[in-house]
T-cell receptor, first 111, second 113 residues
Framework: GNSVTQMEGPVTLSEEAFLTINCTYTATGYPSLFWYVQYPGEGLQLLLKATKADDKGSNKGFEATYRKETTSFHLEKGSVQVSDSAVYFCALSRSNYQLIWGAGTKLIIKP | DGGITQSPKYLFRKEGQNVTLSCEQNLNHDAMYWYRQDPGQGLRLIYYSQIVNDFQKGDIAEGYSVSREKKESFPLTVTSAQKNPTAFYLC????????????FGEGSWLTVV
């Protein structure tokens, strides 16, 4: 069946460090892939998405590339800020009714 | 401003009571959803609705009920049959169910006391 696996958190980094949060998936066909972010006490916001292989989604300095050969969609940012502290969710879908969510990765950025 | 409004933000319920969480959207979206989030866990789908007067069970529908009488409204009732209702509840919507972006409300915290 379809599934999404994220690296366990929390991930703790110093400000201006390079960030990678790993996300791998299993699915048949060509699902769309998403990263959502959840700030403390709030709902989720779409961070970026990719709809086909080799697509790169980007937003607010974050990037993720849809790698079909490695079934991955790792989230990266070159220089993190304290304000990036949040929980990040990887998800895949072929339709919104079949969204599959990862467990989330908590990111803590220390000044 | 367009968006999804959930209310109340915080709700306390006594055991044996039903409570209803409100969700309103002014995005003119056809599809709406309710998710449950427990600490340290991902999201689990409770119910979804593709169109007015239609809704379907998600993965954890037992103990919950919904209605979709208007396009902009999708209230969730947590009934006394839900054995462990304390959680963070998220309402969401999308233009349709064809893989388009889902937009979330700010969530409602329900605590059983």
């Amino acid at each position: 069946g379809n599934s999404v696996t994220q690296m366990e958190g929390p991930v703790t980094l110093s400000e201006e460090a390079f960030l990678t949060i790993n996300c791998t998936y299993t699915a048949t066909g060509y699902p769309s892939l998403f990263w959502y972010v959840q700030y403390p006490g709030e709902g989720l916001q779409l961070l970026l998405k990719a709809t086909k292989a080799d697509d790169k989604g980007s937003n607010k300095g974050f990037e993720a590339t849809y790698r079909k050969e490695t079934t991955s969609f790792h989230l990266e940012k070159g220089s993190v800020q304290v304000s990036d502290s949040a929980v990040y969710f990887c998800a895949l879908s072929r339709s919104n009714y079949q969204l599959i969510w990862g467990a989330g990765t908590k990111l803590i950025i220390k000044p | 401003d367009g968006g999804i409004t959930q209310s109340p933000k915080y709700l306390f319920r006594k055991e044996g009571q039903n409570v209803t969480l409100s969700c309103e959207q002014n995005l003119n979206h056809d599809a709406m959803y309710w998710y449950r989030q427990d600490p340290g866990q991902g999201l689990r789908l409770i119910y979804y609705s593709q169109i007015v007067n239609d809704f379907q069970k998600g993965d954890i529908a037992e103990g919950y009920s919904v209605s979709r009488e208007k396009k902009e409204s999708f209230p969730l009732t947590v009934t006394s049959a839900q054995k462990n209702p304390t959680a963070f509840y998220l309402c969401a919507s999308s233009i349709d169910g064809a893989g388009n972006t889902i937009y979330f409300g700010e969530g409602s915290w329900l605590t059983v006391v």
